[in-house]
């Protein structure tokens, strides 16, 4: 059962609470670069992305933030280090919600100057501890950067901005390291009923990003633990979108957008899966509505081991049966597999 945590609004999405577990990323490209930027939110928002954070270096950045935020329809969320003027200039920007790393952004003085504009623009505040970032004192106690020092380090900043009645806040505890970042976590929802933001800091590359964060918010989200996540892949963005959903949906968790199984293949296996694998997926990235297809090698176990698929192909020497529910409808030639999958699914969708 999910833990319940306070509820916080980002912008006009719902974070905390009953509301459903949401999918964030970030932007690679330079923040002041506006149209870049812009574009890249909208291939996020595309995909499905419903927050969206941006780095803020520098003034440059900071001073675009109304021009991307007025072209986006998702929330827009500054991510400020070292910087607390930053985050002044981002909220007069009017942006949704800062996340700042309390490790470097300065004096508690610092922190509830930002706390204050904050409350008064009613905007929300991610206090985002990483294992990199963690203050002297806490390494020192606990002898590194230990999850106990993360856990340490986050509740000492909830403390100064709750000291100033400032509670519309969300919190992170991130390592490159997966068991560090499941204690850390499982750690904090003990000791705090504010959202929480999952991911794992550095993950890497699509391979290694998807497997760590699989295994590490797969454990977290399993016992409830988790309000907001973000799949870090260095890379494309939207990368980071679709594994997150995918996560979530295998987890059952949100159903969302296409669920597409498929067999690994055999030596039994006529028609080329990779390839229908792949133009399904760029055909069907728009569809939002839950539908399990599936993309089968054979038509010795295709139908009965995906009868729980809405729709999918069984495949034969360089045909398929088509079938829906389990149920087989008809022959279908290898070459229009992926036209007539993708007529009937939208046909499915806009009944």
């Known amino acids: 059962m999910r833990k319940k945590t ?24 330079d923040t002041s670069d506006v149209e870049a930027t812009i574009s890249q939110i909208k291939k996020l928002e595309a995909s499905g992305c419903e927050i969206v954070r941006v780095a803020v270096p520098d003034q440059n950045s900071a001073l675009v933030l109304g021009r991307i935020k007025r072209n986006i329809g998702i929330p827009l969320i500054a991510d400020i280090h070292f910087n607390y003027k930053l985050a002044l200039t981002a909220i007069q920007e009017g942006v949704d919600g800062l996340r700042i790393n309390p490790g470097n952004i300065g004096s508690p003085k610092r922190v509830e100057i930002i706390a204050k504009a904050a409350d008064e623009r009613k905007i929300p505040i991610r206090i985002g501890v990483n294992s990199g970032s963690i203050e002297k004192e806490f390494l020192d106690k606990f002898k590194g950067p230990t999850p106990q020092a993360m856990v340490e380090s986050a509740l000492k900043h909830i403390g100064i901005l709750e000291s100033l009645n400032f509670y519309s806040i969300k919190v992170s ?39 760590k964060s699989s295994v590490c918010l797969g454990i977290l989200l399993d016992e409830g633990i988790g309000d907001t996540i973000r799949v870090s892949i260095t890379g494309d963005p939207t ?9 979530l949906k295998a987890l059952n968790l949100r159903k969302r957008g296409i669920n597409l199984i498929s067999c690994p293949t055999c030596g039994r296996c006529e028609i080329d899966i990779p390839f229908l694998l792949q133009q399904l997926e760029e055909r069907l ?15 010795v176990n295709g139908p009965g081991e995906a009868r729980q698929a809405d729709i999918g192909i069984a495949g034969g020497k360089g045909e398929g049966l088509l079938f829906k529910n389990g149920e087989i409808i008809r022959k279908v030639q290898e070459k229009e597999m992926v036209t007539i999958l993708v007529e009937e699914i939208l046909a499915m969708v806009n009944s």
Do not use: W
């Open 6 to 29: 306070r509820e916080i609004v980002v912008g006009d999405v719902i974070v905390g609470g009953d509301a459903p577990i949401t999918v964030q990323s970030m932007t690679k490209t």
């Open 239 to 247: 990368l980071e979108v679709r594994a997150g959903f995918e996560i």
């Open 285 to 299: 990235e728009s569809v939002r509505e839950p539908l399990t297809v599936a993309v089968m090698g054979c038509v």
């Open 173 to 211: 505890l991130k390592a490159s390291n997966v068991m560090d970042t499941v204690t850390a976590n499982r750690l904090i929802s003990e000791k705090v009923k504010y959202p929480i933001h999952l991911g794992v800091t550095e993950a890497g590359s699509f391979t290694s990003a998807v497997a």
